[in-house]
C-alpha cells in the first residue's frame, strides 16, 4: 500500500478526487445574487454582435465601473452553450478549481524538486489549497467564479516561467 501512495500519478488522482469531492454539492443551487445581473438579467450576453460592447466596458447596470471584458466575453459564451442552466455554470467553477489544483501540485512540485520529499510536500500543499474553506465562495457562487479563470491563468503562467517555457508563459 504504501508503495502505491508513492507514485505521482496515485497522488495527483486522489488530490483531484478529493478536491471534487468537497464541492460536489454546489450542483444543487440555483442562482444567487449577481448571478442574476450576469447570466439571468443581462440580454447583451444574449447576441456575439455585442462582444464589441463588452470589450469597451459594457457590464450589468448594477455593475457599472468595473472593467472586466474577458468575464463578459465568457458569460457570453457560456450562455451560448448552456443557456440559463446553472449546473453547467458549476461544472465550470469545480473545473476551473481542479485545473488550479493540479497547477499548485505541479509548480510546487517542480519549485521543491530537490528536496527529499518534495511529491510528498506538493501534494500536501495541494491539498490544503483544494480543500481550504476560503475558496468556497469563488467556487460555489458563480459570479465570484470567474475570478479564479485569472488565478488558474496565473499559476499557469507560474509554472511555465519556472520550467522556463517563455513562450507559454507570455500567451
Known sequence: MNKFFHHTTVKFSILLIVAAAA???????????????????????????????????????????????????LYMAYYHLWGTNPWWYHLHSV??????????????????????HAESSAFFAALVFALHPIHTESITYIAASMEMVGVMWFFAAMYCYVRRQSIWMIV
Open 23 to 73: 464541492y460536489l454539492t454546489i450542483f444543487r443551487n440555483g442562482f444567487v445574487i449577481d448571478d442574476r445581473y450576469f447570466i439571468l438579467d443581462w440580454p447583451i450576453t444574449r447576441e456575439w454582435s455585442n462582444v464589441e460592447q463588452i470589450l469597451t466596458g459594457a457590464n450589468p447596470e448594477s455593475q457599472q465601473g468595473v472593467y472586466r471584458p474577458v468575464r463578459g466575453v
Open 95 to 116: 473545473v476551473v478549481h481542479l485545473g488550479t489544483t493540479a497547477l499548485v501540485f505541479a509548480l510546487i512540485r517542480i519549485l521543491l524538486k530537490n528536496l527529499q
